[in-house]
C-alpha cells in the first residue's frame, strides 16, 4: 500500500543544542564551509549517508547521539561559536549600508531558485543565477526580499533507460523536510493569499519562508485544503502542464507573490520594497497588482502605470523568441475581464501591455518591458541582440538606442569555488574575494601549490564520477558483476573536459559527436589522451533534446571509449559543484548568438579551469586571447549541417594542437609550466570580472538606486508628480502627429569640407500645441552607409533660437566634421521630461521627410 499523504517529523533537540536549529535554518550553511564540518561532527557516516543535507541529518540523527553531543563541552562551544558568527553576520552593516540614497528594499521575483540542492527548486541557468544573487545580496547587506514558488515535485530527476532514453522522475517534497518555516500571523493562523479566478473559484496559497542568510525567500504554496484538485496541483511542478497551468503558476508568482510581500511586511514589520526586479517575463502579472493597487488609493490608470514603471527593473534573459512566454489573447482577457475583472484596471490597456506584432498572443517579455522603465539583458553581447530583438517596441530609434542594457551575470564565488582555493586565497590574498582586489598576486603563488590543489579536485571528480556512473549503469539493469570496468574508469591525471548544461538543440549537445572517429582519436590518444564528463537534461517535453541525450549516451556506452567518455545522469547542484571544480578545460559550443550569458565556464575559471568556448555570452567580451580558447565560429555560412562540420572541425583541432598540448607539455619537475602560465592569467583577468558581487554592485548602482530615487520622486506630495508627469505623456502622445521638421538649412564649410571644420546647422521645427520645454531638438551626424544610413551617429543638442507667431520654433547648432569619407547628418525632435530613464522611452520621435541640407558627395 500506498501513503496517501506524507510529512516530515522533525526532531526535538535538547536545549543545549537548540542553536543546531537556527543554524540549519538559515542557507548560510550552503556557501559556510565551517557550519558544514559543525554539521558533518553531528554524525560522520549519517552525513555521508544524507548526502550532506543539515535538514535530513537532524531528522535521522539518533536522540542518544543528540544527548551526547548536549553533554560534549567542546562541541556546544563550537556550536555556540557557530551561531554568534551566524548572528553578526545577519545584523552587521555591509557595503550596501554604506550607500546613500539607497534603497530600503528590494523585491526581487523569480519562478526558479539555486540555492542548495537539498532545497531542489531549480532547473537551470536562471534558477542558478537568482540563488548566486540572493547569497551575493545577503553577504553584501543588500536588502533584498525575495519570491517565488514552493515546487511540490521540484522539476525532475534523470536516470536513463538501457537505450540511453531519458526519464523523468518527480519526487514528493515535503515542506516540513526542506529548510523552511511556514509564515503564520500573530495568532499562529498560516498566513494565505487569495486569488480570483473565472467562473467563481479562487486560487488561494500559503507562504513558506526561506532564510538565505540575510535575505528572506518567500514561496508560494498552492497545495492548501482550501483549493480544489486543479488548484492545488497549480504549483505542483517547474515548468510543468499546459498553457492554462503556466498561466496559474505566472499569476499567483506575480499577483500572489506582491500580495505575499505585503503580508510578509505587515507581520515582520520589514520596510516595504521600493523597487520591483523582475527576473525574466514569468513574474510580470507583479506590475498589474502594484496598478490595481495604486488605482484603488484613487490614481488613474495612467498614473499608477508611472509609479509602477520608475521602480520597476525588468532583466531578460532569453535572445530567442522562442524562449519567451507567450498565452493566447483571450485567456488573458477572461483572466482579467468580465466578472472576474478588477473595476479599477480595464483589461483593454492590459492587454495593450502584451501586445505584439501577432495580435492573438499577448507576450509577457512585452509587457514586462512595457511596465519597467529600466531594462537590461545579461551579456554585453546579450544586451545587442536583445535591442534588435525588441527593437519594434520603439519604433524609429536606431538599435542602439533602445533603451535596453546590460549587466553581465557574475558567480557567487563561496558557492562554487573549491574549497582548498577558498582557503589559499583567504591565506595569500584575503582582499581577493571580499572587495574584488588584488587579483594580479595570483602570479605570485607557486605553480606547485596551484597544481596540487588542481589535482586533488580533478580526483576528487573523478571518484564521485565513478559512483555516479555506477548507479547509472545499475539502474540501467547492468549487474555488478559486468561493471569491473568502472573502477578503472576515468583517470585523475588525465586532461579532463567538462560539458554540462541543459539540453536544447542551440547549445549543440552532440556537436563533440560530428566525427566520432576523430573524437575518438582524442580520447585515446596514446600520449595525449583526453576524457570527457558530460552532464544535462532535456526539458520532459523535448523530444529532440532526449534525442540528443540518447545519441551521446550511445557513444559514451561504447566499449572502447567508455573509461574515457561519460554522461552523468541527474546533472544538480552537487554536480555542477564537482564538474566546476575539477575539470580543466570547459567547453562551450552554443549556436551564436543563442547563448544570453552562460555562467558555468565564470565558475570553473575561479577554479583555475581553462574555457574552450564559442565567443557567445560572456566569453565574447572577456575573451583576450590568452586566457582560454576561442572556438572559430562559420558566421554567415547557411547550411547548418555545413556550420556544425566546420565549427567542429575547428574544436577538435584545438583540442588535439593546443589544448592538449599545452596540457602535457611537463618540464623536469613535472609541472605544465605553460599551461600554469595561462591558469594564473585567467584567475587574474577573469576573477574581478566574474564574480558575482561585481554584477550585483553594478545593479545596485545603475539600476536599483535610479529606480529608487524615481519611484520617491513620483509618490512625493501624494504622488503629485506623477499625476503631472502622466497628464505630460498623454498630451505629448495625443499632440505629436502635430510635430514635423520643417527645414534644416546648413552652412560654414563651403565648397569642399574638410576634416576638422564645423557645419551650422539651424532649424525650423512646428511644435503644434506643445512646448519648447517638452521636446529635444538633436542633430545625428557621422559616416554613412551605402544608402544613406548614419551608421552609429553622435548627437548633439541644439539650442532654441525664438519661436515665430505662427508656432513655428528655430534650433541652431554645430556639427563637428571630425573624420574624412562619407559623413551625413540629420535633425530629429524626441519628446523630453526630466522624469524619463532615456530619449526612446515613449517611442516618438520626429525626422525630416526628405533629406535635407548638403549633398555634394561628402556630406548628404
Known amino acids: 500500500m500506498r501513503a496517501i499523504r506524507r510529512f516530515t517529523v522533525r526532531t526535538v533537540l535538547p536545549a543545549e543544542l537548540a542553536a543546531l536549529g537556527e543554524l540549519v535554518h538559515n542557507l548560510r550553511w550552503s556557501w559556510h564551509p565551517e557550519t558544514m564540518d559543525l554539521f558533518a561532527e553531528v554524525d560522520p557516516a549519517l552525513w555521508e549517508q544524507v548526502g550532506h543535507d543539515p535538514v535530513a541529518l537532524l531528522g535521522a540523527v539518533a536522540p542518544e547521539r543528540l544527548a551526547e553531543l548536549a553533554a560534549d563541552r567542546r562541541f556546544r562551544r563550537r556550536l555556540d561559536d557557530a551561531a554568534d558568527d551566524l548572528r553578526a553576520y545577519m545584523t552587521g552593516p555591509r557595503w550596501y549600508q554604506t550607500l546613500p540614497d539607497a534603497a530600503r528594499a528590494i523585491a526581487y521575483f523569480s519562478p526558479e531558485y539555486g540555492i542548495a540542492a537539498a532545497l531542489p527548486q531549480y532547473s537551470g541557468g536562471l534558477g542558478i543565477l537568482a540563488g548566486d544573487h540572493l547569497k551575493t545580496a545577503s553577504d553584501l547587506g543588500v536588502p533584498i526580499l525575495a519570491v517565488g514558488l514552493l515546487y511540490r515535485h521540484g522539476y525532475f530527476t534523470q536516470s536513463l533507460s538501457p537505450e540511453g532514453w531519458q526519464l523523468e522522475h518527480y519526487p514528493s517534497l515535503d515542506a516540513g523536510g526542506l529548510p523552511l518555516s511556514l509564515l503564520k500571523e500573530p495568532g499562529g493562523a498560516p498566513v494565505k493569499i487569495r486569488i480570483p479566478l473565472p467562473d467563481e473559484r479562487v486560487l488561494h496559497a500559503q507562504i513558506w519562508v526561506a532564510q538565505v542568510g540575510r535575505v528572506p525567500l518567500l514561496l508560494l504554496d498552492s497545495d492548501v485544503a482550501d483549493n480544489d484538485s486543479a488548484a492545488r496541483d497549480v504549483t505542483d511542478r517547474l515548468y510543468g502542464g499546459g498553457t492554462d497551468h503556466r498561466l496559474l503558476q505566472e499569476l499567483l508568482l506575480g499577483v500572489g507573490g506582491v500580495r505575499a510581500i505585503r503580508a510578509f511586511c505587515r507581520i515582520t514589520g520589514s520596510p516595504e520594497p521600493e523597487v520591483f526586479h523582475t527576473n525574466e517575463g514569468h513574474a510580470g502579472f507583479l506590475g498589474l497588482e502594484r496598478i490595481r493597487e495604486l488605482t484603488e488609493q484613487r490614481l488613474s490608470f495612467d498614473e ?44 483593454e490597456r492590459i492587454l495593450a501591455l502584451g501586445a505584439e506584432a501577432d495580435p492573438s498572443r499577448f507576450n509577457m517579455a512585452v509587457m514586462g518591458m512595457r511596465l519597467a522603465q529600466r531594462v537590461n539583458g545579461v551579456s554585453r553581447l546579450h544586451g545587442q541582440v ?17 533603451p535596453i542594457g546590460s549587466i553581465t551575470n557574475g558567480v557567487h564565488a563561496p558557492t562554487w569555488v573549491g574549497r582548498e582555493f577558498m582557503e589559499l586565497a583567504e591565506r595569500e590574498l584575503p582582499s581577493l574575494l571580499e572587495r574584488a582586489r588584488g587579483w594580479e598576486g595570483v602570479q605570485k603563488i607557486s605553480d606547485a601549490e596551484i597544481w596540487e590543489i588542481r589535482r586533488t579536485l580533478r580526483r576528487r571528480l573523478i571518484e564521485a ?5 555506477r548507479r547509472s549503469w545499475l539502474d540501467r539493469g547492468a549487474s555488478p558483476a559486468e561493471l569491473g570496468w568502472i573502477d578503472d574508469a576515468l583517470d585523475p591525471d588525465v586532461l579532463t573536459i567538462g560539458f554540462a548544461r541543459r539540453v536544447p538543440s542551440y547549445k549543440r549537445l552532440t556537436l563533440m559527436l560530428s566525427d566520432p572517429e576523430r573524437l575518438t582519436e582524442l580520447l585515446l590518444h596514446p600520449e595525449k589522451p583526453v576524457q570527457i564528463l558530460i552532464a544535462g537534461k532535456a526539458h520532459p517535453a523535448d523530444e529532440g533534446g532526449k534525442k540528443l541525450i540518447q545519441q551521446i549516451v550511445k557513444f559514451t556506452d561504447r566499449p572502447e571509449v567508455r573509461h574515457r567518455i561519460v554522461f552523468l545522469p541527474d546533472y544538480d547542484m552537487a554536480l555542477a559543484q564537482l564538474l566546476v571544480q575539477g575539470c580543466d578545460v570547459w567547453l562551450n559550443n552554443p549556436l551564436r548568438p543563442l547563448e544570453a550569458s552562460g555562467t558555468s565556464g565564470m565558475k570553473s575559471a575561479l577554479n583555475g579551469g581553462l574555457n574552450l568556448s564559442i565567443r557567445d555570452g560572456w566569453w565574447d567580451e572577456w575573451y583576450d586571447g590568452t586566457n582560454g580558447w576561442a572556438i572559430p565560429t562559420a558566421d554567415g555560412v547557411a547550411d547548418p549541417v555545413r556550420r556544425d562540420e566546420l565549427e567542429a572541425a575547428a574544436l577538435y583541432d584545438l583540442v588535439e594542437h593546443e589544448v592538449a598540448d599545452r596540457f602535457y607539455d611537463r618540464g623536469v619537475d613535472g609541472l605544465p609550466r605553460r599551461w600554469m602560465e595561462m591558469v594564473k592569467h585567467t584567475l587574474a583577468s577573469l576573477g574581478p570580472k566574474v564574480l558575482a ?4 554592485r553594478q545593479y545596485v548602482v545603475e539600476l536599483y538606486t535610479p529606480a529608487a530615487r524615481a519611484a520617491r520622486e513620483l509618490s512625493a506630495d501624494g504622488y503629485a508628480p506623477a499625476r503631472a508627469f502622466a497628464d505630460w505623456r498623454l498630451k505629448v502622445t495625443k499632440e505629436w502627429p502635430g510635430v514635423r521638421v520643417e527645414h534644416v538649412e546648413a552652412s560654414g564649410v563651403g565648397d569642399t569640407p574638410e576634416v576638422g571644420a564645423s557645419l551650422e546647422l539651424r532649424a525650423t521645427i512646428t511644435l503644434g500645441d506643445l512646448e519648447p520645454g517638452d521636446v529635444l531638438v538633436e542633430a545625428a551626424y557621422g559616416r554613412v ?23 513655428r520654433a528655430h534650433y541652431t547648432g554645430v556639427v563637428p566634421l571630425g573624420h574624412t569619407g562619407a559623413f551625413g547628418y540629420t535633425v530629429r525632435v524626441v519628446p523630453y521630461h526630466p522624469l524619463m530613464a532615456a530619449r526612446a522611452e515613449l517611442g516618438l520621435m520626429a525626422v525630416p521627410e526628405e533629406p535635407a541640407g548638403m549633398t555634394n558627395g561628402i556630406l548628404r
Open 304 to 347: 499608477a502605470l508611472e509609479v509602477v514603471r520608475a521602480g520597476t527593473v525588468f532583466t531578460t534573459h532569453t535572445p530567442v523568441p522562442a524562449g519567451i512566454d507567450r498565452f493566447p489573447v483571450d485567456m488573458i482577457a477572461r483572466q482579467f475581464g468580465g466578472d472576474n475583472g478588477w473595476p479599477t484596471v480595464p483589461v
Open 693 to 696: 558581487g561585481r554584477m550585483l
Open 386 to 402: 536583445s535591442r534588435e530583438m525588441f527593437q519594434d517596441l520603439w519604433p524609429g530609434f536606431d538599435v542602439d538606442e533602445v
Open 465 to 469: 564520477a565513478r559512483a555516479r556512473l
Open 785 to 807: 552607409g551605402a544608402h544613406d544610413e548614419l551608421i552609429h551617429p553622435d548627437y548633439t543638442e541644439l539650442t532654441p533660437d525664438g519661436v515665430d507667431d505662427d508656432g
